[in-house]
């Protein structure tokens, strides 16, 4: 009898399971927001009120506080809201971490990544997830971007990587006359990217040593070294007030751009990409070097790029053995014309099976 009545518990312990397993399904949201906010202001309760308006609304929110200083979490308003998840920390992550730790704890089938200074269109969410499912075997999107202060200009078109190891936002700062349709762009900004969360998890998500800063473009990388590809969205569209929360120009913004830059080169060109173009890399960087007035941050970024040489080789040894594209594959999928990088244009192509 003790067997038997064994038996029936267990029974019911598997339909509790099937139960439970029903229910997280069916509550599972499709997107899951992340918004890493750090003294965002305003500007945070602005793109939250612009998720309240997603004619899309079936996703959960999470919002980051990298240890604010400022009042933008204690008054942030987020009624309306049926699935938010407030992830107050003590100390400032950065940007890539503060994604990473909401990615772990998000139950939607996608991310989808908003900066704090930057307002969605109502259609927005609408708009990623009909390009989900025109495009099935993608598995990271770039918004449209366009800039919160001056209507008329662009704040980008997904991000570009030019094969002298530069990365840079397509159309920045030009005319909302050249936003390209839809196509392939090599990454998305982190302003409005969007990612499968499965494949984010599985490549490890952002690396956390970036803190801020191409941690966007390191990721699409290394995806792409997987056979990933990224389509930008041109009708998802999102308005950002571009680097208002970190210096457009400031030390801050020159030292971990300039750093990650070298990092993304590094660790993810292919052995003989990184031997043709490591010459090109260093003549593009001192270029850059004396276009921004010989700053001494900018030395200070080249040398703690080399300075913990031994973990950098360590992450690219990582990288290198899990690709299944050689540098040929690689090298065509990033820029060649040193004229779209000079001009900040945009570099979205046709997409096509392959």
């Known amino acids: 009898m003790s067997c038997i009545r064994a038996f029936f518990k267990l029974c019911k312990v598997i339909e509790k399971l099937g139960e439970d397993e029903m229910q997280e399904q069916v509550i599972s949201p499709f997107f899951s927001v992340i918004i890493v906010n750090f003294n965002g202001g305003d500007y945070l309760q602005g ?5 309240k308006r997603q004619n899309f ?22 009624t309306g809201l049926d699935r938010v998840h407030l ?13 990473n730790l909401a990615a772990k704890l998000a139950n939607g089938e996608w991310l989808v990544m908003l900066n704090p200074d930057a307002v969605a269109d109502e259609s927005w969410l609408e708009k990623i997830a009909g390009g989900i499912d025109k495009f099935p075997a993608i598995k990271m999107f770039a918004s449209a971007q366009y800039s919160l202060d001056e209507p008329g200009i662009m704040d980008g078109a997904g991000d570009n990587y030019h094969v002298f190891g530069i990365p840079w936002r397509g159309g920045f700062g030009r005319s909302v006359s050249e936003m390209p349709n839809t196509g392939e762009c090599f990454s998305p900004c982190g302003a409005g990217a969007v990612f499968h969360r499965q494949t984010f998890l599985d490549i490890g998500g952002f690396d956390e040593s970036f803190f801020c800063y191409c941690e966007d473009v390191d990721l699409a990388f290394r995806l792409r070294l997987n056979g990933e590809r990224c389509i930008f969205l041109h009708d998802a569209m999102i308005h950002h007030a571009g680097s208002a929360l970190s210096d457009k120009v400031g030390d801050f913004a020159l030292f971990h751009g300039t750093r990650n830059r070298v990092w993304v080169f590094l660790q993810n060109m292919p052995p003989i ?31 703690a790029s080399f300075k913990d040489y031994k973990s950098v080789m360590k992450r690219r040894k990582i990288v290198q053995a899990s690709r299944k594209l050689g540098s040929l594959q690689i090298i065509s999928m990033m820029t060649w014309n040193p004229r779209l990088l000079s001009n900040r244009l945009t570099d979205v192509r046709e997409y096509t099976h392959k």
């Open 273 to 303: 990409a990184l031997f043709l173009f490591m010459p090109m890399h260093i003549i593009a960087n001192l270029y850059i070097f004396a276009r921004r007035g010989f700053e001494m941050t900018f030395i200070r970024a080249i040398s």
């Open 57 to 78: 609304q079936d996703f959960e929110l999470f919002v980051i506080d990298n240890d604010s200083s400022d009042t933008s979490m204690e008054t942030l308003d987020v």
């Open 47 to 51: 793109a939250v009120d612009s998720l």
């Open 87 to 99: 992830m107050p920390e003590a100390e400032n992550h950065g940007f890539a971490k503060g994604n």
